[in-house]
């Protein structure tokens, strides 16, 4: 993964209906703690971290990188979205596109707000870069994923065989249904 490319960073929050994404700050820090080392949250993520070594090694400031904005309802962090570059390492139908991720942590599941968040991360790309298509990576068995991609209008390019399990690769552009 490399840079997001020409984009002003940290925009001004992002506000929806319930919803404010903004870049990461140091009161997040627990919240992201929590999130890595999640067992449920990472069961189609090749695993979490050890709750130790996240005490030790994150940073002050987690994540605080272009395009990774913390998710926030009620004046808390509830999860995190990733925009990011693929490298040419990527399956050829990503490499150089920008990658949609998403991580929500369990409590927060179910009340439609990766979907919320999701749309307005992906308003904000097409205003910041106009015409950029996105990807989205997730195993196929990640059903709650599956879903929400289907919800935000990604459409499968390929599935293919990874880490030991099925991958779906889905594919979203600016101004389609
Ligand atoms: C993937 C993930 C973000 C999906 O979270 P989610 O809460 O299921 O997703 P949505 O925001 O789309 O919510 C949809 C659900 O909320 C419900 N919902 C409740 N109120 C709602 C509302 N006001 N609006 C929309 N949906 C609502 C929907 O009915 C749906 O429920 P269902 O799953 O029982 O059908 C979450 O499971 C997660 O963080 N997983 C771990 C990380 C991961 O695997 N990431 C994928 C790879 S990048």
Redesign the pocket.
């Given at each position: 993964m490399s840079d997001l490319g020409p984009v002003t960073w940290p925009p001004a929050p992002l506000r929806t209906e319930?919803l404010v994404l903004r870049a990461s700050e140091a009161r997040d820090r627990p919240a992201f703690v929590e999130l890595l080392a999640s067992a449920?949250?990472?069961?189609?993520?090749g695993g979490a971290r050890s709750r130790d070594e996240l005490e030790r090694e994150t940073p002050e400031v987690p994540e605080r990188w272009p395009g990774s904005f913390v998710v926030e309802a009620d004046g808390a962090m509830i999860?995190q979205l990733?925009l990011r570059r693929m490298t040419g390492d990527a399956r050829p139908a990503a490499a150089g596109k920008v990658d949609?991720?998403?991580?929500?942590?369990?409590r927060?599941?179910?009340?439609?707000?990766?979907?919320?968040?999701?749309a307005a991360a992906l308003d904000w790309l097409t205003a910041a870069l106009p015409g950029e298509p996105v990807v989205?990576?997730?195993?196929t068995a990640?059903?709650?994923?599956m879903?929400?991609a289907a919800?935000l209008g990604f459409t499968e390019v390929e599935r293919f065989e990874a880490w030991d399990a099925e991958q779906w690769l889905g594919i979203w552009s600016q101004g389609r249904p």
């Amino acid at each position: 993964m490399s840079d997001l490319g020409p984009v002003t960073w940290p925009p001004a929050p992002l506000r929806t209906e319930r919803l404010v994404l903004r870049a990461s700050e140091a009161r997040d820090r627990p919240a992201f703690v929590e999130l890595l080392a999640s067992a449920d949250v990472h069961t189609y993520l090749g695993g979490a971290r050890s709750r130790d070594e996240l005490e030790r090694e994150t940073p002050e400031v987690p994540e605080r990188w272009p395009g990774s904005f913390v998710v926030e309802a009620d004046g808390a962090m509830i999860g995190q979205l990733l925009l990011r570059r693929m490298t040419g390492d990527a399956r050829p139908a990503a490499a150089g596109k920008v990658d949609l991720g998403y991580m929500l942590l369990p409590r927060a599941w179910g009340q439609g707000y990766a979907g919320e968040a999701c749309a307005a991360a992906l308003d904000w790309l097409t205003a910041a870069l106009p015409g950029e298509p996105v990807v989205l990576h997730t195993q196929t068995a990640n059903a709650r994923s599956m879903r929400l991609a289907a919800k935000l209008g990604f459409t499968e390019v390929e599935r293919f065989e990874a880490w030991d399990a099925e991958q779906w690769l889905g594919i979203w552009s600016q101004g389609r249904p």
